[in-house]
């Protein structure tokens, strides 16, 4: 028996009114991820990355077509039920960083186990930011932090419940490329320890190389990438 795909977008689009006209983002986007699987989504700025992922997560919803988490359609749910939905299923990582400055490291890594009343939740935000190399920071609040580091905190943050789907949109994007790159090596290590679901957007074809698979969004649409 064939397993059920992770995530699935079937005929997913995406308009919006801009000035009396219609402006169409998605245009009857398909896509399948299986389990563990990574794919990166390349394209400009503008060309609907992030609206991609902010309907996969069920942060916006679509003007037609279909989400399914695990076979579950998620775009008739309410409010609460996506809300519920994301703190067990879903990961984020940003381009900002989307750290709470008024808590340390450890307390940014700690407040999803807390609030998925997770067991050992202390010791598992400990390990996590033993494992993104941020052990010694963990009392440092972001304002503390350089900007490679408080994207770590963020890394071991989205990982903390260990969620079956990661959503990484441009996490490299505000690092330079050295910093970046040691970002990316620990997404990917992350991602290989526990058998996340990644889509990771980026305009950048050598961010992109991390993913197992690489689309392109052309004029709302996706077209594989070859290697």
Excluded: W
Aim: hydrophobic letters at 45%; zero cysteines.
């Amino acid at each position: 028996m064939t397993a059920t795909p992770r995530l699935e977008l079937r005929a997913l689009t995406k308009q919006f009114d801009s000035g009396g006209s219609v402006l169409t983002v998605l245009d009857g986007v398909d896509l399948e991820l299986a389990a563990g699987e990574s794919l990166a989504v390349l394209g400009p700025s503008g060309s609907g990355k992030s609206t991609l992922l902010a309907l996969a997560a069920g942060l916006d919803r679509p003007t037609s077509g279909r989400v399914l988490l695990d076979g579950r359609e998620i775009q008739s749910l309410s409010e609460d039920e996506l809300a519920l939905l994301r703190r067990h299923k879903v990961g984020f990582v940003f381009q900002t960083f989307q750290l709470l400055t008024n808590l340390t490291a450890f307390e940014n890594v700690l407040l999803p186990l807390e609030l998925a009343a997770a067991e050992n939740a202390r010791g598992r935000a400990s390990e996590l930011l033993e494992t993104v190399g941020l052990g010694e920071r963990a009392h440092h609040y972001p304002g503390q932090l350089s900007g490679g580091e408080q994207q770590r905190v963020a890394l071991a943050r989205a990982f903390a419940t260990n969620p079956p789907i990661l959503l990484a949109d441009e996490p490299t994007g505000n690092l330079d490329r050295d910093t970046g790159g040691m970002v990316l090596e620990i997404l990917a290590d992350l991602h290989d320890r526990f058998g996340t679901t990644m889509i990771l957007v980026t305009h950048d074809p050598a961010v992109a190389a991390v993913a197992d698979r690489s689309v392109e969004l052309v004029a709302g649409r996706l077209e594989e990438v070859t290697r």
